[in-house]
């Protein structure tokens, strides 16, 4: 529990690079955790011998409770919000270039990128079309609920159906952040091993969507499609699982499918 | 090391608590961590011993208690305490689930100060 508001690391910067909301968006009120400390501090003082205070706080309950307040505003707006994570090189930037590039023509969509430098993947997905905001973190090695609430605001959002979050490349991190996604989204290449999820079961644990990307290079480099899926089902039974090739197009017309279950009915 | 801001973020909240009950010193915290919470507890251990320097909870004991990691069955109907890591095959049938019921639990639990 605390009363100070949520501050993101020092070197963390938006940058807006196209679709800027025309003026500054929603301000974030102090956290509701305020109101609780509120009520402890009123209760009397004890005696100065050893106390014990029994509570169930989570750890990140600054990030939590930001979260929820991001997942209810997109809830608000009608808003399918998607966390895109994987290991750095998996493809989620160049799924998002081809997904913007078709599906974004019929939905508005939006993207929130994270780095920890250079906006280089905010200039590859720069498209009149869709808004787009990097997000460099300065360091830090995941996105947290504040980052996204500030990146957000930074965008002008009207008709947009679905925002992207890509998340920095990490594949250990980001499970503990929850960002207020509807979709967890994790990405495994075919460039990395088919025991992945077995090495770094967390994310996939926690994961709604898995995308098997790159399948159309699996033969060349020999990674066994078949045992990538059975440890994908082992470790994230939970999980949906789409193979797919952003180049040779398989599987991408489920991936839209996917996304289109995401809108609300017309 | 995500750990480093997690432990940030408990000892911000003990702190405050602290300053609630006007606590001069802390001696014990205790916390709450889920076996597939994806979080170490040598590496929360390390970053204790940082964030708490130069603070009322310098030198306290931390505490680090585990919570199993339990599941359900869709097929029997019944929760289980999942034995094989991040594998959850019910004991019962043998079937995967991926209906986790506890784990995850990153919580401070205790703080116990003068």
């Not at chain 1, 081809?98 to 430098?117: H, N, S």
């Not at chain 1, 509807?182 to 091993?193: A, F, I, K, Y």
């Not at chain 2, 034995?83 to 043998?94: L, V």
Request: some cysteine.
């Amino acid at each position: 529990m605390n009363t100070e508001p949520a501050t993101p690391a020092e070197d963390f910067q938006i940058h807006p690079l196209s679709g800027a909301a025309a003026r500054p968006g929603r301000q974030l009120s102090a956290p509701l955790s305020a109101e609780l400390a509120a009520t402890l501090a009123a209760a009397p003082a004890g005696a100065a011998s050893v106390r014990a205070v029994d509570l169930r706080v989570p750890l990140l309950e600054k990030n939590d409770i930001l979260a929820e307040r991001n997942r209810g505003y997109f809830l608000g707006r009608g808003l399918a919000a998607l966390n895109l994570v994987s290991s750095p090189g998996a493809g989620k930037t160049t799924l998002l270039e081809r997904t913007l590039d078709e599906f974004g023509r019929q939905t508005r969509c939006a993207v929130v990128v994270g780095d920890l430098e250079t906006d280089n993947d905010g200039m590859r997905l720069h498209r009149p079309h869709a808004p787009v905001a990097q997000i460099t973190t300065g360091g830090t090695c995941h996105l947290d609920a504040s980052m996204i609430a500030r990146g957000v605001e930074s965008l002008d959002l009207e008709g947009v159906k679905v925002l992207f979050i890509e998340n920095v490349g990490n594949l250990v991190c980001p499970a503990s952040f929850d960002l207020g996604e509807r979709v967890r989204v994790v990405l495994l290449s075919t460039t990395e091993g088919e025991d992945k999820p077995l090495k770094y079961p967390p994310i996939f644990k926690s994961a709604d969507l898995v995308l098997l990307t790159k399948v159309d290079v699996a033969d060349a480099l020999g990674f066994r499609r078949d045992l990538a899926v059975a440890n994908i089902q082992r470790i994230a039974p939970q999980a949906r699982l789409i193979q797919l090739s952003t180049r040779s197009g398989e599987g991408i017309a489920e991936w839209y499918d996917f996304l289109r279950g995401l809108l609300p009915p017309r | 090391m995500h750990e480093v801001g997690i432990m940030e973020s408990a000892i911000d909240a003990v702190l405050h608590q602290a300053r609630v009950h006007q606590a001069q010193r802390v001696h014990r915290i205790v916390l709450r961590i889920g076996t597939l919470a994806g979080v170490e507890p040598d590496a929360l251990r390390f970053a204790f011993d940082v964030v708490t320097h130069g603070t009322v909870a310098a030198g306290a004991e931390l505490a680090i208690e585990s919570v199993p990691a339990r599941a359900r069955c869709a097929a029997c109907a019944a929760d289980f305490t999942i034995t094989t890591g991040f594998i959850a095959t019910c004991p019962r049938c043998g079937q995967l689930s991926g209906d986790l019921r506890s784990g995850r639990e990153l919580e401070l639990a205790r703080i116990e100060m003068s």
